[in-house]
């Protein structure tokens, strides 16, 4: 006989359960946008709008570099004549005029030089006097020898007339004369008529005289000419012994010493002129807006705070690297684009640098902006 068993049930644990707490009513408010920030934000960005495109519509009317830097005339200075230095009248920096005296050469050398000179002059001079009186006396005995000529011509007029009388008279049928007389007035017309060719003879020989004393004039004028240019020649060397300056400038690279030897050429020192420019490389993408006669603000480093006026005087006919050492060959190897930069030349207007124009020098680096639109 089967036997149930009856089993009993196992006890589980649950968790106790807790009834909810009851749900508070929250009312949530709705977020508010910082329209104050906003405003304030746009507003921001409006005057920084307007204020860069202001600032670009200001730039577009100017074309600036900083490439840019001061050039001016320098004069050499070197003696023309070889020789000692005796003095040295300027110092380093000091200002000078044209003309003024820079280096003295010790000028006793070409003082004697200029001695001898003189005494050629005067020997030409005394040689000249001498012939001019040569041509005196050769013009006293042509004339001499002229009147001889004449007195002789009314001599051998008389006796050619008595000769031929003398021939009429023997010729007659009377005989009025003897064979002796008639022989006589010949012979006496002979003698005259050879004495007037003997003075013809001797005027010619006078006047040839004269003709030497003249061309011995010309000699003695070209020996003056001479001389005087030998003098001239050596009072100009005696003049190159003060060395002066070529214009007006400060002295610069001063290297003259008293006592030192000089030599023709040699530099001894540089005057730099009061004139200075600027010389302005602009890119040649910024050339197409320049033209000459604009306005330009030079502002140079070694003058702070000080902003100098200007005009564009000229452009440059080549870029910088056309008149370099080495001229760039675009034609050979590889080509790459660069941008090449042009000299301009740009003047101080006048007056415009003022008590600070000491202060302008060649090579100072400076700021140019040129105004392309007023």
Same mark, same amino acid.
């Given at each position: ?39 304030? *934000? ?10 860069? *495109? ?62 001898? =000179? ?5 020997? =030409? ?7 001019? =009186? ?14 001889? /000529? ?100 400060? /002295? ?15 530099? /001894? ?23 000459? *006669? ?26 910088? =690297? ?53």
């Amino acid at each position: 006989m089967n036997t149930l068993t009856a089993t009993a049930s196992t006890a589980t644990n649950y968790p106790a359960y807790a009834p909810a707490p009851p749900m508070l009513a929250v009312r949530v408010r709705a977020r508010r946008l910082p329209w104050g920030k906003i405003l304030a *934000g746009a507003a921001l960005v409006a005057v920084a709008g307007t204020g860069l *495109g202001g600032y670009l519509h200001y730039a577009a009317g100017f074309e600036s570099t900083d490439d840019a830097f001061l050039e001016g005339r320098v004069h050499p200075v070197s003696p023309r004549i070889s020789g000692t230095v005796a003095r040295v009248l300027v110092d380093d920096n000091a200002h000078v005029a044209t003309g003024d005296p820079l280096v003295e050469i010790d000028p006793a050398d070409l003082n004697l030089a200029v001695q001898g =000179a003189a005494a050629d002059v005067a020997q =030409a001079q005394a040689g000249a006097s001498q012939v001019t =009186a040569q041509i005196t006396r050769a013009q006293a005995d042509v004339e001499a020898a002229t009147a001889r /000529i004449a007195q002789n011509a009314a001599q051998l007029n008389r006796v050619q007339m008595d000769f031929h009388r003398m021939e009429v008279l023997l010729d007659s049928t009377v005989a009025a004369i003897s064979q002796q007389e008639f022989d006589a007035a010949r012979a006496q017309f002979d003698s005259a008529r050879a004495t007037q060719q003997s003075l013809l003879a001797e005027r010619a020989a006078t006047e040839a005289a004269l003709a030497a004393a003249r061309a011995q004039r010309d000699v003695a004028t070209a020996q003056i000419q001479k001389a005087d240019a030998t003098l001239s020649a050596a009072k100009l060397q005696a003049g190159y012994t003060i060395i002066r300056a070529p214009s007006p400038g400060r /002295i610069a690279k001063k290297s003259v010493e008293i006592g030192q030897r000089l030599q023709p050429g040699q530099p /001894i020192m540089a005057v730099v002129g009061d004139d200075v420019w600027v010389v302005a490389n602009f890119k040649e993408s910024q050339l197409a807006r320049l033209r000459a *006669g604009e306005k330009v603000t030079v502002r140079v480093d070694a003058v702070e705070g000080r902003v100098f006026q200007g005009v564009v005087e000229s452009f440059s006919p080549g870029t910088g =690297a056309k008149f370099s050492l080495l001229p760039p060959d675009n034609s050979t190897g590889n080509f790459t684009k660069i941008v090449q930069r042009v000299p301009v030349k740009i003047l101080f207007a006048p007056g415009s640098a003022g008590p600070a124009a000491s202060r302008l020098a060649p090579g100072l680096s400076a700021f140019v902006q040129v105004v392309i639109r007023d």
